[in-house]
């Protein structure tokens, strides 16, 4: 789940996007509650990510297996039930090729899944084993919860309400008092980023594609393409500036991109494979 950018943290779903409708009862999940129902949760106990369709009587029938499981399990684990077709966001993220398909979630990080309807008795078996994959790994298995930082809270109340100045400001507050709060950083980081890519025209690709010596426009067209969950284009596209530039242009894109690699784990393959990109094309 990892990437540059986490949408469901904006609370502004795509448009159109809603709940999984009657099948899913109250375990429907979208893109502007996934990270606080599946992300935070999971940090507690494994959430079962369903990602459904309407259309399918297959994946509706899974649906309702895994409503009777969890109901009988007594809070072992969660569920959340996705209608793919509404919250395209999240089946991206996730990487889901067909449906319906099951994942299951822990830590905030994928942990199993599987594709297609299957028996209950084998759905039965499945979640025992995640359940028993994760016993005494999360924070709910007596390990006391650390206190919500108010300053946090504040910020992200604000980016629930749609206010990405007033959560800029709420962080860069933290920062002034706390210069070294890592969290603090990365989340200014990804609002910024936010911020600016939002503004940036869809035709922004087109126009570096049509003009490759207009260096403003690589810098939005890559932007762009990192806001849609492609950084590999975003980082080819900065990289062949680089290589093809010198002087003030070469600095401008080269800074560009090692701002957008911040915005990842370093420890991504594709963020590695870039670096070493940048790393030939410099020298």
Request: hydrophobic share 45%.
């Amino acid at each position: 789940m990892s990437g540059a950018v986490d949408l469901s943290s904006l609370k502004q779903p795509a448009a159109g996007a809603g709940g999984a409708g009657g099948a899913a009862g109250d375990y429907s999940v979208t893109e502007a509650d996934f990270e606080t129902k599946v992300l935070r949760r999971s940090t507690q106990v494994p959430v079962v990510v369903v990602l459904y369709s309407q259309r399918s009587p297959g994946s509706i029938e899974l649906v309702r297996t895994l409503e009777r499981l969890v109901a009988a399990d007594g809070g072992t684990w969660d569920l959340a039930t996705v209608e793919a077709e509404a919250n395209m966001r999240i089946a991206q993220a996730l990487r889901v090729q067909g449906i319906p398909t099951v994942i299951a979630i822990a830590g905030g990080q994928p942990l199993a899944d599987f594709e297609g309807a299957q028996p209950e008795q084998q759905v039965r078996q499945w979640l025992n084993a995640v359940v028993d994959a994760v016993a005494g790994k999360l924070e709910s298995n007596g390990e006391p919860q650390p206190a919500e930082d108010p300053r946090f809270t504040a910020a992200e109340a604000a980016l629930e309400q749609g206010d990405l100045a007033g959560a800029e400001a709420a962080y860069e507050a933290i920062l002034a008092a706390e210069p070294a709060n890592e969290e603090a950083k990365a989340a200014l980081r990804q609002l910024r980023f936010l911020g600016r890519a939002q503004e940036i025209p869809a035709s922004a690709i087109a126009t570096s594609d049509a003009d490759p010596s207009n260096v403003d426009a690589a810098l939005d067209a890559a932007d762009l393409e990192l806001f849609h969950q492609r950084p590999e284009a975003a980082f080819d596209r900065l990289i062949a500036v680089v290589r093809r530039t010198a002087g003030d242009e070469r600095t401008k894109a080269r800074t560009r991109l090692l701002e957008l690699f911040e915005l990842f784990d370093q420890a991504e393959p594709f963020v590695v494979a870039a670096r070493r990109k940048l790393a030939a094309a410099l020298y």
